[in-house]
């Protein structure tokens, strides 16, 4: 039985410039940022930065991989509270996610409060996600 409190596994999910670059094609977001290091820089980024759309979807991932069905998920959002900057390497960057049951609701749902983190700081806020449980 899920409760609150309860923690799902953690995961950590490595961003590289190729995962950029296969991310941009999927979703036509081929904004320079994500892709071109002097473009990020002219606009005051600290180098290529991961899509947050794609963040996100890590996160969600975290979510759906806990799920015995993943099309439980009912609803999910989050604010970009922060950039992921991809260095221009073959190592990338580690996002780590993590995610607790916040609050277990009387018509068969819980909420997931969802962390995802990279170098040691939060780059998601108010990451939620509503799913059914399973009965």
């Given at each position: 039985?899920?409760?609150?409190?309860?923690?799902?596994?953690?995961?950590?999910?490595?961003?590289?410039?190729?995962?950029?670059?296969?991310?941009?094609?999927?979703?036509?977001?081929?904004?320079?940022?994500?892709w071109n290091?002097?473009?990020?820089?002219?606009?005051?980024?600290?180098?290529?930065?991961?899509?947050?759309?794609?963040?996100?979807?890590?996160?969600?991932?975290?979510?759906?991989?806990?799920?015995?069905?993943?099309?439980?998920?009912?609803?999910?959002?989050?604010?970009f509270?922060?950039?992921?900057?991809?260095?221009?390497?073959?190592?990338?960057?580690?996002?780590?996610?993590?995610?607790?049951?916040?609050?277990?609701?009387?018509?068969?749902?819980?909420?997931?409060?969802?962390?995802?983190?990279?170098?040691?700081?939060?780059?998601?806020?108010?990451?939620?996600?509503?799913?059914?449980l399973?009965?």
């Amino acid at each position: 039985m899920t409760a609150v409190g309860d923690e799902l596994p953690a995961l950590t999910q490595r961003i590289t410039r190729a995962d950029l670059v296969r991310y941009a094609g999927a979703s036509l977001d081929f904004n320079p940022i994500h892709w071109n290091e002097r473009t990020a820089l002219e606009v005051g980024l600290p180098d290529v930065i991961a899509h947050g759309m794609l963040t996100m979807a890590y996160a969600g991932k975290l979510v759906t991989n806990w799920l015995a069905d993943p099309s439980a998920l009912r609803e999910y959002s989050v604010r970009f509270t922060r950039p992921v900057p991809v260095p221009d390497d073959d190592q990338g960057v580690e996002l780590e996610l993590s995610g607790k049951v916040g609050e277990v609701r009387d018509d068969g749902t819980a909420r997931i409060d969802i962390t995802a983190r990279f170098a040691g700081k939060t780059v998601l806020g108010k990451a939620v996600a509503v799913v059914r449980l399973a009965s």
